[in-house]
């Protein structure tokens, strides 16, 4: 018997730009005016708790909206690949069991780089039968904001 299954979210854009400069934009968030430039609806508040800037094992915290509600997130920096992928997952051990991974691939293809975002959910089967509609929704409200936050950087990077 499965307790929990796995549910990947994804989303990808197109770019007409380079690796270099999808990174740099990335690595260049810092604080809040950086972070709300990429999402200024729903982007509140990002400041590095711990370590380097975007650095493997670094900590940040972000405030957003996603569905509507503000989510107040504590997120360790799991992997970096300069110009290809940034990993990163909750901090708590416990939360990270049903959010393992997110990540953001830069892959180079042609004049263009395909930006994608992902990120892995799991689900045991009481959530996905007691709570399917409020499941959706909240996935759903994630998924739009993974594919604005695709627009507002290829809007931004293809303005330069």
């Given at each position: 018997m499965v307790f929990l299954e796995d549910v990947i979210?994804?989303?990808s854009i197109a770019i007409k730009t380079t690796p270099d400069k999808i990174y740099n934009f990335l690595t260049s968030i810092v604080d809040d005016k950086s972070y709300k430039a990429w999402h200024k609806d729903d982007h509140v508040g990002f400041r590095f708790l711990k370590g380097k800037n975007w650095a493997e094992g670094s900590v940040i915290y972000a405030e957003e909206y996603i569905h509507g509600k503000l989510?107040?997130?504590?997120?360790?920096?799991t992997k970096v690949v300069?110009?290809?992928k940034i990993e990163y997952a909750p901090v708590s051990r416990l939360l990270r069991i049903y959010f393992p991974k997110n990540e953001f691939v830069i892959e180079q293809q042609g004049d263009f780089c395909l930006f994608v975002a992902s990120g892995t959910y799991r689900l045991g089967w009481i959530?996905?039968?007691f709570f399917k509609e409020a499941i959706k929704d909240g996935l759903n409200g994630v998924k739009k904001h993974m594919r604005e936050e695709?627009?507002?950087l290829k809007r931004i990077l293809e303005k330069e």
């Open positions: 979210l994804t989303d989510h107040k997130l504590k997120l360790k920096i300069p110009n290809k959530a996905k039968t695709g627009e507002n």
